[in-house]
T-cell receptor, first 113, second 113 residues
Framework: EPEVTQTPSHQVTQMGQEVILRCVPI?????FYWYRQILGQKVEFLVS????????KSEIFDDQFSVERPDGSNFTLKIRSTKLEDSAMYFC???????????FGSGTRLTVV | DAKTTQPTSMDCAEGRAANLPCNHS???????VYWYRQIHSQGPQYIIH???NNETNEMASLIITEDRKSSTLILPHATLRDTAVYYC??????????????FGQGTILTVHP
């Protein structure tokens, strides 16, 4: 069964450093998403991406965050200057089209120290 | 997107059916009911979705009331591996929201031997 692949599975970074979280969505999917989950809290929407542009973003997704689909397969989330409160599991997801379900990746655990 | 209400936790004996309820009294006509689950800190896993009719797949059945104000997810023969947090999510999969999922706290289902 097709999967959404995320790398790395765990990343530790120092506060103030830039991090890039990588995702390979399912190949024929058109909608791409990033969500995050702080330990013990709900899964929160960050951003959706369609047709090579951001279609919707949450209040969490401020100027420190950016997304990119640099080629036909990768979808990345960049955090420009990490803060302690950015520590969380980050999930990438994709879906084929309207009316279809999401497939989530297994996540990247980001720890900011 | 409509709000959903789920019990905080439920128990089920292994081999028995697990029936997880969800209230979504403010659901609108073009909103789907989706069920996902999350095992530990893994990525949410799609289970099933429906609009009006009852649905069944290899994982579960979804029963939606005629007025669409509530639904029940049925795991027909629960196993220990079904222990997870189950999320009922209502959203407009075909609308301008581009399919943003809003996760609540979900129901913690514990399957015991």
């Amino acid at each position: 069964e097709p999967e959404v692949t995320q790398t790395p599975s765990h990343q530790v970074t120092q506060m103030g450093q830039e991090v890039i979280l990588r995702c390979v969505p399912i190949s024929n999917h058109l909608y791409f998403y990033w969500y995050r989950q702080i330990l013990g809290q709900k899964v929160e929407f960050l951003v959706s991406f369609y047709n090579n542009e951001i279609s919707e973003k949450s209040e969490i997704f401020d100027d420190q965050f950016s997304v990119e689909r640099p080629d036909g397969s990768n979808f990345t989330l960049k955090i420009r200057s990490t803060k302690l409160e950015d520590s969380a599991m980050y999930f990438c997801a994709s879906r084929k089209g309207q009316g279809t379900g999401y497939t989530f990746g297994s996540g990247t655990r980001l720890t900011v120290v | 997107d409509a709000k959903t209400t789920q019990p905080t936790s439920m128990d089920c004996a292994e081999g028995r059916a697990a029936n997880l309820p969800c209230n979504h009294s403010t659901i609108s006509g073009n909103e789907y009911v989706y069920w996902y689950r999350q095992i530990h800190s893994q990525g949410p896993q799609y289970i099933i979705h429906g609009l009006k009719n009852n649905e069944t797949n290899e994982m579960a059945s979804l029963i939606i009331t005629e007025d669409r104000k509530s639904s029940t997810l049925i795991l027909p023969h629960a196993t220990l591996r079904d222990t997870a947090v189950y999320y009922c999510i209502v959203f407009n999969a075909g609308g301008t929201s581009y399919g943003k999922l809003t996760f609540g706290q979900g129901t913690i289902l514990t399957v015991h031997p």
